[in-house]
């Protein structure tokens, strides 16, 4: 399968895309992909006048974040491939680098993910896979038994590919964009103003926002919580913004190869060659390119329309009903001979173009 062949189910697409945060968007870009403007009442929104869309025609145009949601839509593959092609690679390319080589939990990352990848590519059995990751997860995941145990890298060991395969295989999918997540909440969480929004967090727990009325301090104190996630949304954002490059190209390198068009990654550079070789396709060849240019009507075909025009002139009749020519005008040899014209009987002149035709 050539990667401009690949298509994906705009139905998935668009609960993936909810489940990511992004499903305005993607409902814009879809109605921009069938040409046509976004209906202005939002109970229209999602008649999509469209099942399927290019995988091509979607990365174009969307980040290495919404690749994600794409590539669990994609239709007429087995989901847990692709996507578990893209979980691996990102854990080995992007976050295995942040967890440091003398941290206890290296090693084992490491046999999780030679785990993970043999499940995938069918040299290690699924129970083998399933006992690694729920080691993994009891060791160093955000179970009950490890949750507070390694604060900070306790998201990052959450983006690893631990969950097994109960989930997997009940939802169809590996849930990329979580995990992806999960890696956005580790980086940020290093940084001085997610430190500060969670002293915030403790502050308010234990503060009077609306006193002599406990439902209106506790609905006060859940209003603050959704501003602090707000705030922490937007610093996982900003934190995951330096990998998006990234993750787009191994996004599109995972699928080419799963596609078995490994050449055909990145997507914008793959695209490119596609209208430059669509382009050379219908470019006029230059004089040097063709030779000597030879006549758009061939003589052969002139010479037979210069016989048909004769004959027929030869043998047309004057007829009241047809013709330009009124039925009492003179007969063709009654009409007077110009001495400097053509004589009767001689062949016309070549006709041009329009005459051929």
């Known amino acids: 399968m050539k990667l401009n062949e690949l298509q994906v189910d705009v139905k998935t697409l668009l609960e993936r895309a909810s489940e990511a945060g992004w499903r305005r968007d993607c409902l814009e870009l879809l109605w921009n992909l069938a040409g046509a403007p976004m209906p202005a009442n939002p109970s229209q929104w999602e008649a999509v006048p469209m099942a399927q869309v290019a995988y091509v025609s979607l990365a174009e145009r969307l980040n290495g974040y919404a690749r994600l949601a794409v590539v669990e839509s994609l239709a007429g593959v087995e ?8 979980l691996l690679a990102m854990a080995r390319e992007i976050f295995l680098p942040g967890v440091p080589e003398a941290h206890p939990a290296h090693a084992p990352t490491v046999a999780l993910l030679m785990s993970f990848a043999g499940y995938l590519g069918g040299s290690a059995t699924a129970e083998a896979y399933i006992a690694q ?15 507070g145990t390694d604060p900070e890298h306790e998201s990052l060991f959450e983006a690893m590919p631990a969950s097994g395969l109960e989930c997997a295989v009940a939802l169809g999918r590996w849930g990329v964009s979580g995990h992806w997540h999960s890696f956005g909440r580790h980086l940020a969480a290093q940084g001085e103003a997610w430190q500060a929004l969670k002293t915030l967090e403790e502050a308010v727990r234990d503060m009077e926002l609306v006193s002599d009325d406990e439902s209106a301090d506790e609905e006060a104190r859940e209003s603050v919580y959704g501003l602090i996630d707000a705030q922490r949304d937007e610093l996982v954002t900003a934190a995951l913004a330096g990998f998006d490059r990234e993750l787009a190209e191994l996004v599109d390198t995972q699928v080419a190869i799963f596609c078995g068009d490994p050449d055909a990654a990145p997507v914008p550079d793959y695209l490119e060659r596609l209208r430059a070789e669509r382009a050379a396709r219908h470019t006029p060849r230059t004089d040097a390119q063709q030779g000597p240019q030879e006549p758009v009507i061939p003589p052969a075909f002139l010479e037979a329309a210069r016989q048909r025009r004769a004959a027929s002139r030869r043998a047309r009749q004057p007829d009241a009903y047809q013709g330009d020519r009124p039925a009492d005008a003179p007969a063709p040899e009654a009409a007077p001979i110009d001495p400097e014209g053509r004589q009767s009987g001689e062949a016309d002149p070549a006709p041009g173009p329009d005459a051929a035709i």
């Open 79 to 86: 989901p847990l491939k692709v996507s578990g092609a893209v």
């Open 133 to 147: 990751a729920f080691h993994y997860r009891v060791r160093f995941g955000t179970t009950y038994s490890s949750l």
